[in-house]
């Protein structure tokens, strides 16, 4: 296992649109050993997901792990998962909802991004069996996250409202306490 370089912003393979991997191929050593890697460089940097193409690998597979994550403290835990040619599409009807993302790819930024508060999430696991589950409120916006990556959007392209556009510093400093009462709110309403 290692940790790898993360991509940040400018880096031509974040607009890569990822691509598609077979089954056989999945279970290969090289894409199992990226895999572990992926995961290793997700904890490692504290993130709450990564994509593929973050670590120079334009390949549908991305992971996601929330556990009391010191980035993001008020984000409901999420048991790591591995997402391989995800499809993410918002529930028919659903409302939106402001979420302030952060990405290990955009240093020290963050803004307001709208996501669907409902979900359903299509993909494989890491061993190409089906996955096929709903996730709300500030989960769904992680899941919708990490699949835009392999898409090759970032959430500096979906921020409507620029003007909340801020350091991590000045979230801290000015826009947490708002944004984890409206969290508490989205989750109460929605689920996790
Ligand atoms: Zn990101």
């Known amino acids: 296992m290692a940790i790898r370089k993360i991509a940040t912003i400018g880096h031509p393979v974040l607009r890569q649109v990822a691509r ?28 709450a997901g990564l994509a593929a193409n973050q670590i120079h690998e334009p390949v549908r597979i991305c992971a996601v792990h929330v556990k009391d994550n010191p980035r993001y403290p008020y984000k409901p ?12 599409e918002p529930l028919p009807g659903v409302e939106t909802f402001l979420n302030y993302e952060g990405c290990l790819s955009v240093p020290n930024l963050r803004g307001e991004v709208p996501r669907a508060a409902r979900v359903r999430v299509r993909a494989w696991d ?3 069996r089906d996955l096929d589950f709903v996730a709300a409120g500030l989960s769904a916006g992680t899941y919708q996250h990490e699949v835009d990556h392999l898409l090759g959007t970032l959430f500096v392209d979906r921020v409507t409202d620029t003007r909340s556009l801020c350091t991590w510093q000045d979230f801290e400093r000015y826009h947490q306490a708002a944004f984890v009462a409206r969290a508490r709110a989205i989750v109460a309403t929605y689920g996790a």
């Open 20 to 47: 598609d991997l077979g089954r056989d191929e999945l279970l290969s050593p090289t894409w199992q050993s990226f895999i572990d890697d992926l995961v290793e460089t997700m904890h490692d940097a504290n993130g």
């Open 126 to 128: 890491r061993e190409g």
């Open 77 to 88: 835990n999420i048991p790591l998962t591995i997402l391989v040619n995800p499809v993410v």
